[in-house]
């Protein structure tokens, strides 16, 4: 069953798969030889070599910081999206329907002149209510912060249990950082103290653009600032933010107030949730939550309004006037380098989106995602599960019992493909083009909130997806232990029905191996099958795993990435983990079905345009990560983003691929060549 459903697909797709079918020969599709640089060897920059055409043929304009192949596919999405929004719009839909609801959020985000003749309208009831609150009134006040706008302090909310993964557990985190990442708060080097000198401007603009005068915002300023900074301070490294077990700290509800104190916690989830005190909650950082509750008693009201007050209108400001939006892009050019705010209706487009995203979804995938893609994709995914397997078994580091357990994980899992089997129901939601923008993206906020509320004390849906079918991405879930493959990203270069097995291998192929390989890195193996988290490793295994995987850390660890700053192998480790086992998995598939099929790709007759399949695989690997990036945004990423680089996913995985060495007679000496003794090979 494994491969009949692929070969099923190869006899019935006959108007798209002919050459591969038939023997003929094939041609390029997702892959552009013209861009192919021959003066540079595939053996000292492989990245360059496949992509320097690309690159000069795709600049970076003002718009964009980063911009590759996904960002073309998103181009495509948001351009396929907007026909279909604005198509309803001028379809006059009922008052009250989905398709109503679609249009006037789009409309409201794209209407600049209601929104700048509003100004900070919308929201100054809101900031007087923050501002008259008296002493006695402060806790409540901090309750209508979390019922209505953001987390200030702490945040809260349902997610699956850890470790009973079909039903919600209640967690409790620490404040979130507006900067996000502690190191701009705590490092005093030139590129942290810019990022810092940019949010403080944010702040203070901001608050001059909601009606402050420059001296109470330049007081909230530094109060958001000595508050952000103390609990940065406990927060933990991205480093160690990766370590998915220490998140799981159980703590009986009735022992929080002696651990956490100034919250009323007893009353906390019924007056912010509307559900009955949970027995259990689960402390994701206690140091970060203990210095969030610690600072509620030790502040003076002044300080926490203030602080209450620029988490309020840093939610608000995408929502209200171009000034707004004008700060936040101008915070956003220090941090990336961009040059050019996105254009208006790609903004609305994505708040659209955000609001509705199935509703459009469910349009999306009627217009341009064909069942027979699904049924292809299928097949793809049952090759690549057996190929992990044979994976699994010819592992020299692991046990016998625990590649058992491994192969059970392997075949419980779910694949999702394209879009649910089942829609969400947006006829609760209110939308009211009489109300402001703002204040119907605050009821969408609002509905969105209760819907998560209300999954309390339920079992886990495991229907539910977590990107729309638009989206340009992937994912592992692992406490569903499920790989979803959103139907926007089942485009070429990734996937492409008419391309040839050795470019859809090397693109959606590496793909379904990087997401299926998550569910064995770093994190994902602390998941079992039911995708619990519990033991299912000998501690042997563990360390043997453990050791390779500092040997992969070092690796990245050594690149430099801009004169003095490096790579950050251990916060990327997962990801490289997963590149790296999608490739090998993917090879093994490609090669098995290939021997299905009875082509023999070391032949004459199996070469594509002047290259083997297993160059085209390679290639087509490297294809999919092309990318023009300015250096800000390279600083960016390399602090903020669990993914290394393009050109590192690229150059440094391959290094450790004999195969890849064979395809490309890349020998010792050459630069991108690793000796046998410094490889890293993990799945």
């Not at 320097?52 to 970076?60: E, F, N, V």
């Not at 209510?129 to 409540?140: L, P, Q, R």
């Not at 291998?505 to 619990?532: C, K, L, P, S, W």
């Not at 453990?546 to 192998?569: C, H, R, W």
Request: with cysteine; aromatic share 12%; proline share 4%.
């Amino acid at each position: 069953m494994k491969f009949s459903h692929f070969t099923m697909l190869c006899l019935t797709l006959t108007g798209t798969m002919a050459t591969s079918c038939s023997g003929n020969r094939e041609h390029l599709k997702s892959l552009d030889k013209a861009y192919v640089n021959d003066s540079i060897a595939p053996g000292d920059d492989f990245y360059t070599y496949v992509n320097y055409g690309w690159q000069k043929a795709h600049p970076l304009t003002g718009e964009y910081s980063r911009y590759g192949q996904f960002n073309i596919l998103t181009d495509e999405s948001e351009r396929r999206v907007k026909e279909i929004v604005t198509g309803l719009a001028d379809q006059n839909p009922e008052e009250g329907s989905v398709a109503f609801k679609v249009a006037t959020i789009y409309s409201q985000a794209m209407d600049s002149v209601r929104r700048n003749n509003e100004g900070a309208e919308p929201i100054k009831a809101d900031l007087a209510k923050i501002e008259s609150t008296d002493h006695d009134g402060m806790y409540d006040l901090l309750i209508w912060m979390h019922t209505n706008y953001g987390n200030p302090f702490f945040g809260a909310g349902p997610m699956e249990d850890m470790t009973n993964s079909n039903q919600y557990a209640m967690y409790v985190s620490g404040a979130r950082l507006g900067m996000g990442d502690r190191d701009y708060y705590l490092e005093n080097d030139d590129r942290n103290t810019n990022v810092r000198n940019a949010y403080k401007k944010l702040i203070k603009t901001q608050m001059m653009n909601a009606g402050y005068n420059e001296a109470d915002a330049d007081r909230i300023v530094d109060n958001v600032m000595k508050i952000e900074t103390s609990i940065a301070e406990k927060t933990r490294t991205r480093e160690e933010s990766r370590d998915i077990t220490k998140m799981y700290n159980p703590y009986k509800t009735a022992d929080l107030a002696g651990n956490f104190k100034n919250v009323d916690w007893n009353s906390y989830f019924k007056t912010t949730m509307n559900i009955d005190t949970p027995d259990q909650v689960i402390v994701t950082d206690p140091e970060t939550l203990k210095r969030g509750v610690e600072l509620l008693g030790s502040l003076n009201d002044r300080e926490i309004k203030d602080y209450y007050l620029w988490k309020y209108v840093n939610q608000a400001s995408s929502r209200l006037s171009d000034n707004f939006a004008d700060a936040n892009f101008e915070y956003t050019k220090v941090l990336t380098g961009a040059q050019e705010q996105r254009p208006r209706w790609k903004r609305a487009l994505g708040a659209t989106e955000g609001a509705l995203g199935e509703a459009i979804g469910q349009l999306y995938v009627e217009k341009y995602f064909p069942e027979s893609s699904k049924q292809y994709m299928l097949g793809l995914v049952e090759n690549l599960r057996v190929a992990l397997g044979k994976h699994i078994d010819e592992l020299t580091w692991m046990s016998d019992s625990t590649k058992a357990n491994a192969h059970k994980k392997l075949e419980a899992f779910t694949v999702k493909i394209g879009y649910p089997d089942k829609w969400k129901d947006y006829s609760t939601m209110e939308i009211d083009p009489s109300k402001s923008y703002y204040e119907n993206m605050h009821n969408v906020s609002m509905w969105h909130q209760a819907e998560e509320y209300t999954k309390w004390g339920k079992p886990v849906d495991k229907t539910e997806w977590g990107m729309t079918p638009q989206t340009v991405n992937a994912y592992y879930n692992p406490m569903a232990n499920e790989i979803v493959f959103p139907a926007g990203i089942l485009q070429a270069p990734f996937f492409d029905p008419e391309a040839s097995d050795a470019e859809n291998y090397g693109g959606i192929g590496v793909v379904i191996g990087h997401e299926m390989t998550h569910g064995f890195d770093d994190q994902g193996r602390n998941f079992d099958a039911e995708g619990n988290m519990k033991p299912w490793w000998t501690e042997a295994d563990a360390e043997a795993f453990t050791a390779l995987t500092d040997k992969l850390v070092a690796q990245f660890d050594s690149v430099e990435i801009l004169p003095g700053m490096y790579a950050n192998g251990r916060y990327t480790l997962g990801e490289n983990i997963a590149d790296q086992g999608g490739l090998r998995v993917s090879r093994t598939a490609f090669l098995d079905a290939q021997a299905k099929k009875g082509v023999d790709i070391e032949s004459e007759a199996a070469m594509i345009d002047g290259f083997t399949p297993m160059q085209v695989f390679y290639m087509n690997y490297a294809n999919i990560w092309a990318n023009n990036i300015r250096e800000e945004e390279k600083r960016n990423r390399t602090t903020s983003d669990v993914h290394s680089l393009a050109e590192n996913r690229v150059n440094v995985t391959l290094r450790n691929i004999v195969p890849f060495f064979e395809a490309f007679n890349i020998k010792e000496g050459d630069k991108m060549y690793r000796p046998a003794e410094e490889q890293v090979i993990i799945w």
